[in-house]
């Protein structure tokens, strides 16, 4: 019998090793596998290079792991916001490496990598200081820039609702990112609110296809407090 | 002369945006705009963190943080709106399916670049978001801003100082003084503030304006 199940957050990280990349789902907060970056933490991995759109907010869940040094590298869009101020510090002192990605182009590198592409090429960024350096190329009268898939080891994603073969479905706006990160990780680890038995989710609106998810461990009463 | 405040401003942008148009509000002040969209107007709202048929903002103690727009604050979602994922969310930015955004700016260039996402300041920690999808991806991109800089400085300018959000994708610029189109031809004033002179226009604007036939 398959059983993606597992049945702690410790359980579910412990092999995510030291220089490991790791995409995180979610928009600021919501959509955050929090319960997951706690174990991570907690699990002691470091040289991360994290995948998330922006750079943390406020002490908790992505920003904890910043603070707890765990990370050499993030890349995302956004990390300036009124409470990253665990990144902006790590930032001014030269203590993390940032790679600044237009958010369209994050999320189309990261469906790149999850659909098999070499590449792609996107009109985002075109002319401006985010594509310097970059090949360039004229299709059909528009300009575009080559830009690289994002691959991950390790998808940490948060969902509302999933059985054991790994199918999800999502809650609203947390749904932003796990769909496509599920995709480019070698190994996707989702944290949903309830796991439900096989037949329970109407094959019409299952969101994420169980293929994609290799892990799913319950989250507590907690993940709602935190979010 | 009648200088529009935010919320004119907001008001005006909104009479152009009509039944039917999907649109994207940029955070800050296009958000505003939202309020002034005419009541019984069909009008699709998008997020770029995952939603169409964004609603006002929730009554307290209604707000739910999974529910949230681009600016991470708390919304709501009218009847008929739905979800998504990022891939399909940037897919109707990038790929042409949003009729219109309205962003905010730094400067907008005479050909209409638009420079919105980074003062270029080397102590600055860059930001740039879903700027540079809208920009390059909505049919049509509009623009509205302060004519000029908190210190008089103009805004609209020969060629962008900042760094470049998009290379020439604005279409119309709304100021608390003029509305002004981005042309083949070059700027082309549509519109101008009660009392407000065409010469005392172009003293505050760093670039040549035409005045449209009308």
């Known amino acids: 019998m398959i059983d993606k199940v597992v049945e702690s957050m410790s359980a579910a990280v412990a092999d995510i090793r030291d220089g490991a990349t790791v995409m995180i789902g979610g928009f600021g907060t919501a959509g955050m596998p929090s319960e997951l970056i706690d174990a991570l933490i907690a699990q002691g991995a470091k040289n991360l290079t994290i995948v998330n759109n922006n750079a943390g907010n406020g002490d908790t869940g992505l920003a904890a792991l910043l603070k707890a040094r765990r990370v050499k590298k993030i890349i995302c869009s956004f990390p300036r916001q009124a409470d990253s101020w665990v990144f902006d510090g790590l930032y001014k002192e030269g203590q993390i490496e940032l790679e600044l990605v237009p958010q369209g182009n994050l999320a189309c590198r990261i469906e790149a990598s999850g659909a098999g592409l070499g590449a792609i090429f996107t009109p985002t960024g075109y002319g401006t200081l985010l594509a310097q350096g970059k090949e360039t190329r004229a299709i059909d009268g528009k300009n575009y820039v080559l830009e690289m898939p994002i691959r991950a080891d390790f998808a940490l994603i948060s969902a509302d609702r999933g059985d054991r073969w790994g199918n999800l479905v999502y809650r609203m706006t947390a749904r932003n990112f ?38 799913i461990v319950r989250a507590g009463a907690a993940r709602r407090a935190a979010a | 002369m009648n200088r529009l405040n935010r919320d004119q401003l907001a008001a005006r ?12 509000l ?22 770029e963190n995952g939603l169409l048929g964004m609603g006002p903002a929730p009554a307290k103690g209604e707000e739910d943080p999974d529910l949230i727009n681009a600016g991470k604050q708390p919304v709501t979602l009218l009847t008929g709106g739905c979800y998504f994922h990022h891939g399909d969310s940037f897919a109707m930015m990038r790929g042409g399916h949003l009729d219109i955004c309205v962003l905010g700016a730094f400067q907008v260039s005479a050909r209409g670049d638009l420079a919105n996402w980074h003062t270029g300041a080397p102590d600055a920690i860059p930001a740039v978001g879903g700027a540079m999808d809208l920009a390059i991806g909505a049919k049509r991109v509009f623009v509205m801003m302060d004519h000029v800089t908190k210190s008089g400085e103009p805004k609209i300018v020969a060629h962008c100082t900042y760094p470049l959000t998009a290379v020439q994708c604005v279409d119309r610029i709304y100021t608390d003084l003029a509305v002004i189109d981005v042309t083949t031809h070059g700027l082309t004033v549509v519109e101008m503030a009660e009392g407000l002179s065409f010469e005392e226009l172009l003293r505050m604007t760093g670039a040549p304006l035409a005045r449209a036939l009308s």
């Not at chain 1, 599920?182 to 989702?190: K, P, V």
């Not at chain 1, 037949?199 to 994609?212: C, R, S």
């Not at chain 2, 800050?28 to 009541?39: Q, R, S």
């Open chain 1, 178 to 215: 796990g769909p496509i990160m599920a995709r480019a990780a070698a190994c996707t680890i989702a944290q949903v609110r309830e796991v439900v038995p096989l037949g329970a989710l109407d094959p019409e609106i299952v969101v994420t296809p169980g293929i994609f998810v290799q892990r």
């Open chain 2, 13 to 24: 942008v909104a009479k152009d945006i009509p039944e039917g148009a999907y649109v994207n």
């Open chain 2, 26 to 47: 940029g955070i800050g002040a296009p958000t505003m705009v939202a309020n002034h969209l005419p009541k019984g107007r069909e009008i699709f709202l998008h997020s």
